[in-house]
């Protein structure tokens, strides 16, 4: 008997007792990093609805998984009730709710299946993806009535396996080592170092939290060729399993003759035709074999992506901080220290509306206190950028300060701030009331593009501060 399979004397109690104690230190599963920017952005859009904002949830395991468990909880779920999809539960819940899980969820920033390490945290959830693209993509074609419920199933049927990555690191070192790397031998390894298979791991855990039978049924291994009715329980199990495994295939690159065959034993139990389920992977097919080929296609700009990373964080600890009482000064201070660091700005800056001016309040960066003094301006209107983005509620990119019109820039801005090269406006406006203004800066030397992506992270970051300031 080896140490690690002592360690658990072949108890499931002692098992479930330490996955507690971990879930406890650990927290819950990270979420990837873009799945999160997404669905944030989704949720700060005036034009979201439940089918988008359900759409961007399925791209994430953990975000799933999250909200079906608590959609399913005694908190929410009726007697009579139970929520199989993510457009379910996004009713359930509210998106008050929604919002507030994807600000407080942790990220890890990870590549993509295809080049992700299997057996790693990132790489076994880069699978799940993969593997609920993969479902997506059939039910497309099948025209099930339940198709959302195939992708949740699929989702969720890495819940054991991801539960072994990320909790216990060692001992699934260890299965690995046993089962050799081979998928199918992975229960059997499970049996010997904790006395249970994963299967029987991912099925406890499903009832543990109460998911539905469709759900919880699928999370295990097929056992038996079955020969399910559309859309069944049976076939929602049939579809995650092979999503899963084809999504194994693809990461290893296997040849497009042996993945055919392998569709061809499925075609029968998932009731489509091998052409239908080869059409619907082999996009997908192809795009792994691209990116694992050329990785440069979706590094994309290292400055943008760090830059986005750095609001997250920033949205993050803001969250927090506001959820532990922390006052609004405090937490205006944390929003421009994540702007200022964001985009390697010069400086920034937030004006708040002081009886018939606009004044500067606070600051971040290279600004000299006295400069404080000179950086104020009329409520009344005049055609300068600064009442136009208030006026017209619009996020303002200044290029270059030199080639905009006299007019446009202020004099008092000039004088006052005469380093400025470039600069950004982001308007903070609260029920059509003119709140105030975030400005930053760069120098001649400092000045970049603004990719959209990142003036979206920035955006979002501003809107989250509107919403503190209005609660304070």
């Known amino acids: 008997m080896t140490t690690l399979t002592s360690a658990f004397e072949h108890s499931q109690a002692d098992f479930f007792a330490q996955l507690e104690r971990r ?74 709710t929604i919002t507030n899980i994807a600000l407080n969820i942790r990220t890890i920033d990870t590549p993509s299946a295809a080049k992700s390490e299997p057996g790693t945290v ?44 990320f909790y216990f690191p060692d001992e699934w070192a260890r299965i690995q080592q046993i089962a050799g790397g081979d998928e199918a031998r992975e229960n059997d390894a499970a049996l010997k170092v904790f006395g249970m298979t994963i299967d029987e ?10 998911l539905p039978e469709k759900i919880s049924g699928s999370v295990t291994d097929l056992t038996d060729n ?29 040849s ?6 392998f569709i061809a034993r499925y075609s029968g139990s998932l009731l489509l035709p091998s052409e239908i389920i080869w059409g619907s992977i082999e996009p997908i097919q192809n795009k792994t074999s691209q990116l694992a080929a050329h990785p440069e296609l979706e590094q994309g700009n290292s400055e943008s992506d760090r830059s986005r990373k750095r609001v997250a964080a920033g949205l993050l600890e803001l969250s927090t901080a506001l959820a532990r009482g922390m006052d609004f000064k405090s937490a205006l201070n944390i ?16 004006f708040f509306r002081d009886a018939d001016q606009f004044k500067a309040s606070l600051y971040c960066g290279n600004l000299k206190p006295e400069t404080m003094a000179q950086l104020c301006f009329s409520k009344n209107y005049a055609a300068d950028v600064f009442h136009l983005s208030l006026a017209q509620k619009a996020d303002v990119f200044i290029q270059d300060v030199t080639l905009s019109r006299e007019t ?65």
């Open 122 to 165: 990132s790489g076994e959830l880069e699978k799940a993806v993969l593997a609920s693209n993969i479902a997506r993509n059939i039910v497309a074609q099948s025209y099930v009535a339940n198709g959302e419920e195939a992708i949740v199933c699929t989702q969720l049927h890495h819940l054991g396996r991801l539960v072994l990555v």
């Open 226 to 254: 079955m020969n399910p009715e559309l859309g069944s329980a049976g076939w929602l199990k049939t579809m995650a399993n092979f999503s899963g495994k084809m999504a194994t295939l693809l990461v290893n690159n296997i």
């Open 335 to 350: 929003a421009l220290e994540t702007i200022h660091d964001s985009m390697r700005f010069n400086r920034v800056i937030v």
């Open 256 to 261: 497009t003759q042996n993945l055919k065959n």
């Open 408 to 472: 446009t820039i202020p004099a008092w801005y000039r004088k006052a701030l005469p380093d400025a090269c470039a600069f950004i406006l982001l308007p903070l406006i609260s029920n059509n009331s003119k709140v105030g203004l975030i400005y930053a800066d760069w120098k001649e030397d400092q000045t970049r593009v603004i990719r959209p992506r990142e003036f979206s992270s920035l955006v979002m970051l501003r809107d989250y501060l509107i919403k503190a300031l209005v609660k304070r």
């Open 201 to 210: 791991i991912s099925h406890n855990i499903a009832k543990d939290w109460q």
């Open 23 to 96: 879930i406890n230190e650990k927290g819950d599963f990270p979420a990837l990093s873009k799945s999160i920017q997404n669905i944030r952005q989704l949720i700060q859009d005036e034009g979201r609805n439940i089918a988008g904002v359900a759409n961007a949830i399925l791209s994430d395991f953990t975000l799933t998984q999250k909200i079906i468990k608590l959609a399913n909880s005694g908190l929410y779920s009726k007697a009579d009730s139970e929520v199989t999809t993510v457009s379910h539960a996004v009713v359930v819940l509210g998106l008050d």
